[in-house]
């Protein structure tokens, strides 16, 4: 199978075919996937360099000429590196664009923390507009890529990772997709960690959604299954912990409940390791995940007058 950021690269080139209004923007990470694309559209395939706020410059400058910029790097450099040009260049210029980001959180360790961008989608939470695509599978991120180039000038952030489910799941613009139904309480899975919460929670009574989008976040989803479960909510994200914790919380701010938000811790892992390796340092392997949301669902024990 191949990988997202593998699948990125072909489907990306054959719209560059198909549509005169596309155009990609690069920093040199996946130059050389686009060379054939490159030389048939040497004018809307543009390699900057190692120049990152100058990526999101160019990107922006090409929507309010009316193309739809595709713009591309790792996640660290295309959103938390350049994040004033992210800030200016789209949000108060008022272009839209699609930025794809590729190895996710920590999915190539040997580059050091320079390269792992935990906080990218935290951040991009600060910015109003912005539609956040999550995949799980090489196919649902080219769905995803598909639908983010054609919505109009809207700005959307598409994330891409080495980590993947098994089998993709159908995926559109929007939406939450219920996997598992049951009743004591909700886990909301974000893309590439669902099989991992399908395994940790295997023969336990909880529903389980599954989130390949996560903003705008599906509050109607989140509120009709915790109206047919119990009001716990896990929040199982490959980025930052609790980064929906707010989102969830409005969704249920009329309902009782509780959440627990799982996924990237805050401390620096200084070794570099392996990509499971840090999984399973966050607690994001299926046993973590079992024991954090067991231990989160079980009832308090009575309190001692």
Do not use: C
């Not at 929007?174 to 899975?189: C, E, K, P, Q």
């Amino acid at each position: 199978m191949d990988t997202m950021r593998e699948r990125f690269i072909s489907v990306t080139s054959h719209l560059l075919d198909e549509d005169p209004r596309l155009a990609v923007v690069l920093a040199d990470i996946t130059a050389d996937g686009f060379l054939p694309a490159r030389r048939r559209h040497p004018d809307r395939v543009i390699n900057v360099g190692i120049r990152e706020q100058l990526l999101i410059g160019v990107g922006g400058g090409l929507a309010l000429t009316g193309l739809r910029p595709v713009v591309h790097t790792f996640a660290s450099f295309l959103v938390e590196r350049p994040f004033e040009q992210v800030k200016l260049d789209f949000g108060h210029q008022g272009t839209g664009g699609v930025l794809v980001s590729a190895n996710g959180s920590y999915d190539w360790p040997a580059g050091g923390f320079t390269h792992m961008a935990p906080g990218d989608v935290a951040l991009l939470d600060t910015l109003d507009g912005w539609t956040v695509h999550v995949p799980g599978h090489p196919d649902e991120a080219e769905a995803l890529l598909r639908h983010a180039v054609a919505a109009g000038d809207d700005k959307v952030y598409v994330r891409l990772s080495q980590q993947s489910n098994a089998a993709p799941r159908p995926v559109g613009r929007s939406g939450f997709l219920t996997v598992r139904r049951g009743g004591a309480g909700v886990v909301v899975a974000v893309g590439p960690l669902l099989d991992a919460v399908l395994a940790a929670t295997e023969g336990l009574d909880l529903t389980v959604l599954y989130a390949p989008t996560v903003r705008p976040f599906d509050g109607d989803a989140l509120r009709g299954a915790v109206g047919r479960a119990a009001p716990a909510v896990v929040l199982v994200e490959p980025y930052l912990a609790g980064t929906s914790a707010a989102a969830a919380g409005d969704a249920l701010a009329h309902v009782p409940h509780r959440v627990l938000g799982l996924g990237v811790g805050r401390a620096e892992l200084r070794r570099y390791g392996t990509m499971d390796e840090h999984i399973a340092a966050h607690g994001l392997d299926p046993r973590g995940l079992r024991q954090r949301i067991t231990g989160f669902l079980a009832p308090a024990p009575p309190s001692v007058r």
